[in-house]
């Protein structure tokens, strides 16, 4: 009982965290969504319910009602059995077997041992009845189970609808063909020569696990840019839509991959140039000067606060107005 009560709060608590974090997954900011793969939280939350379901049957067995009928040593203890003196009779009682302690006694002696004996059986019983819900209860936890993961599916699908309706997968296949040609044209004149922009559908070279929003081969002829990045550059160039910050990371990674694309190899002199070159890119999907600059210095503003795994992306000290890595050092604007 007690195990299973144990279970049932966090088992709803974590249901709950979840139906909560999948509608802001839906209905909150984009950058949520951008941030976090969605099939991560599910994947936990199926991982907790293994667990609760796992830790109840491992839970320590209840006292198994004896099935032992005879006197056990404590009860022979408690109520004076001696083995030395005392054979034990067995009486068959309606649909249980009692033990009486018989020294010779006969008639009502008998009957007056025989009702002492009823009772304590009684009152065994009494006492075993919890043990015994507890054993049948083993159903609930696996009840609470099927219930979590019926929650998880129901879930699940709702986020896969929306998504199916409002992101990268959602654009009409020929829209998606004519962007991807648009980004891979922007992103030959910042690399010098054509290169080729692929939206990495299937996750199989960028997102997920890697958790980067592109990927290039130095010097290469193709990048791949996650389905998020290829639909806030679509948002932008042919919906005329800005997301805030999500744009500005949007038009940050196409540059920067370009930039790889180009040669450049250092992950920060990469960054770097991004920015710079995000805006005029910025500009060209459809940004006014002054909001491509601002998205651009939020870009470098975000990047200086980068550290542990990422510290890589920082851009160096001479990433600056006038230093060595100012692609315009005459123009007195930067990024
Ligand atoms: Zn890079």
Known sequence: METADRVAFPAWALRLTLVGFVLAWIFGPIELRQAVPIWIPFAIALGLEL??????????????????RRPQPDDRERYGYDDEQSELLLVHDKDRDLWIPYRGESGEELDELIEDA??????????AEPAIAQRRSLGRPVRRFVTGVAIIAAL???????????????????????????FSDESSRIAGKPVDIRCDESRDFVGFV????????????????????CHSLYRLAFEERVDGNTTGRAIAVLAHEAWHLRGERDEGRTECYAVQSGVALGQRLGLSEDRARQLMRQQLTENALRTGATVEYRVPPDCRDGGSLDLRPDDSRFP
């Open 210 to 229: 890697q958790h980067a929003d592109g990927v290039a081969i130095v010097g290469g002829d193709r990048a791949y840019l996650t389905p998020e990045i």
């Open 156 to 182: 699940g699908l709702t986020a896969w609808f929306v998504e199916s309706r409002t992101g990268w997968n959602s654009v009409d296949g020929n829209a998606r063909i004519a962007a991807v040609e648009r």
């Open 51 to 68: 667990s609760f379901v796992w830790s109840a049957f491992r839970a320590p067995a209840p006292r198994a009602a004896s099935l032992d």
């Open 118 to 127: 009823r009772a304590w059986a009684d009152e065994d019983e009494a006492a």
